[in-house]
C-alpha cells in the first residue's frame, strides 16, 4: 500500500553534514507519525527521530541538537538534517511512517551512512 524510498546516505568526515530524504508513495492520504531509525552493525536498532501529524518532534538524546526531522505534507516526503556528524552516527538508516494511530507502520529498505576520515 506504501512504499517508502530513502536517499542521501554516503560517505561524510567527522564534522560534517548529511541529508537524507524519504519520498513516499502509494495509498497515502495523510502521515499520522514518520520517524527515523538507524541499526549499527552489533547493535539494537534505535529510533533517532520522529514527527507527529502536528509536527511535534522527539530525538534520541544522542542527536538532539545535531539533527533536524522535517516533512513536506505537499509532495509526502520527509527529511533527516544532521550536523556535527559523529563516528557513532554511522549505521543505516531506515525511514518509516504510519499513516494512523492504529495503522501498520511502513520502512523503507535503509541508506548507509558512514562517518570516518
Known amino acids: 500500500q506504501v512504499q517508502l524510498v530513502e536517499s542521501g546516505g554516503g560517505l561524510v568526515q567527522p564534522g560534517g553534514s548529511l541529508r537524507l530524504s524519504c519520498a513516499a508513495s502509494?495509498?497515502?492520504?495523510?502521515?499520522?507519525?514518520m520517524a527515523w531509525y538507524r541499526q549499527a552493525p552489533g547493535k539494537q536498532r534505535e529510533l533517532v527521530a520522529s514527527?507527529?501529524?502536528?509536527?511535534?518532534?522527539n530525538y534520541a538524546d544522542s542527536v538532539k541538537g545535531r539533527f533536524t526531522i522535517s516533512r513536506d505534507n505537499a509532495k509526502k516526503t520527509g527529511s533527516l538534517q544532521m550536523n556535527s556528524l559523529k563516528p557513532e552516527d554511522t549505521a543505516v538508516y531506515y525511514c518509516?511512517?504510519?499513516?494512523?494511530?492504529?495503522?501498520?507502520?511502513?520502512w523503507g529498505r535503509g541508506t548507509q551512512v558512514t562517518v570516518s576520515s
Open positions: 518509516t511512517l504510519r499513516r494512523s494511530r492504529i495503522g501498520p507502520l511502513y
Open positions: 502509494g495509498s497515502i492520504g495523510s502521515i499520522y507519525v
Open positions: 514527527i507527529t501529524d502536528g509536527d511535534g518532534t
